[in-house]
């Protein structure tokens, strides 16, 4: 099998995201928070690589994306900026590292370009992240906007459940996602929004949407790479399509090699180093 796909080898910017909206070309992203994700997506093709901080969900295995910190995106970051060469590299600001206020929220977005890698950032909320948006962007930091279903808001929100599902509150989605274009966002996330409203909203903006339980008109469509490869635990949303189950594959790797070494079976000689002839002869006649 040839890991590589080479037939669009071309590094991805941000201003590419808006030009393939433009051409009606379907986009790609996936999650990614460590180097062997990250080679294998992208050298897949996936157009974009999100270290979001589902991490903390997903690797660190909390409850919720709440207590993730900056240092645990930006080590993940690190690894996965090693791995990707092609895909655009997005990294989540966590909760509380873009609340306090502009100058820290600055700060922070820096750390992650500079130590970390990253391409872009990307942070939750509508119309109250206006102003940081463009501040964010006047220091050369392209930001991707997430609304809709915002994890960092579970508290507030009491869940995780569809969001926009009545005619006000859609109302309040589609004028947020104008707000942030306006304010220069190069993308916006729409998680767990009805389509109808997906596809307006999409309709309605320049940049590209990006979509994640939000239907089919999104330009650009992401998932947690460990949800849609059977690498996570629990119950999985609706709008995940399993497309291996890596949990199954591994359980039966471990599970032979268990057995091999019980019954002797492993290591063979052949995954064994044997000592040279020479050290073998004199071994012999010494004793
Ligand atoms: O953290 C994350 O993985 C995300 C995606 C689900 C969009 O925010």
Same mark, same amino acid.
């Given at each position: ?14 201003? $590419? #995201?808006?030009?393939? /909206? %433009?051409? &009606?070309?379907?986009? *790609?992203? +996936? ?77 922070? $977005? #820096?750390?992650?370009? /500079? %130590?970390? &890698?990253?391409?872009? *950032?990307? +942070? ?164």
């Amino acid at each position: 099998m040839a890991y590589l796909k080479p037939d669009k080898p071309e590094k991805v910017y941000v201003p $590419a #995201l808006r030009a393939a /909206k %433009e051409k &009606g070309e379907k986009l *790609v992203c +996936l999650t990614a928070y460590d180097y062997p994700t990250a080679r294998i997506v992208d050298e897949a093709g996936v157009d974009i690589i999100l270290v979001g901080d589902s991490i903390g969900n997903v690797i660190h295995g909390y409850d919720n994306t709440i207590p993730v910190t900056l240092d645990e995106i930006l080590s993940a970051l690190k690894a996965v900026k090693r791995g990707a060469s092609r895909a655009l590299l997005v990294a989540d600001m966590p909760y509380g590292t873009y609340h306090i206020n502009a100058d820290e929220s600055v700060r922070n $977005a #820096l750390k992650l370009m /500079k %130590e970390g &890698g990253a391409e872009a *950032v990307k +942070l939750e909320g509508g119309r109250n992240r206006v102003e940081l948006v463009k501040r964010l962007i006047d220091e050369e930091i392209p930001v991707m906007g997430h609304i809709g279903l915002t994890p960092q808001s579970v508290h507030k929100l009491g869940g995780y459940a569809v969001q926009g599902k009545t005619a006000v509150d859609a109302q309040r989605l589609i004028e947020d996602a104008k707000m942030l274009e306006d304010a220069g966002a190069f993308a916006i996330v729409l998680e767990l929004v009805p389509r109808e409203i997906a596809k307006i909203v999409t309709k309605s903006l320049k940049i590209p949407t990006v979509g994640i339980g939000a239907g089919t008109d999104c330009d650009i469509q992401v998932l947690v790479t460990h949800d849609m490869i059977g690498m996570s635990f629990g119950r999985l949303p609706r709008f995940v399509r399993q497309y291996a189950n890596i949990r199954e594959v591994m359980t039966e790797a471990v599970t032979n090699w268990m057995e091999d070494v019980k019954n002797g079976n492993y290591p063979s000689d052949k995954e064994s180093y044997g000592l040279p002839a020479e050290a073998k002869a004199e071994l012999n006649r010494k004793s």
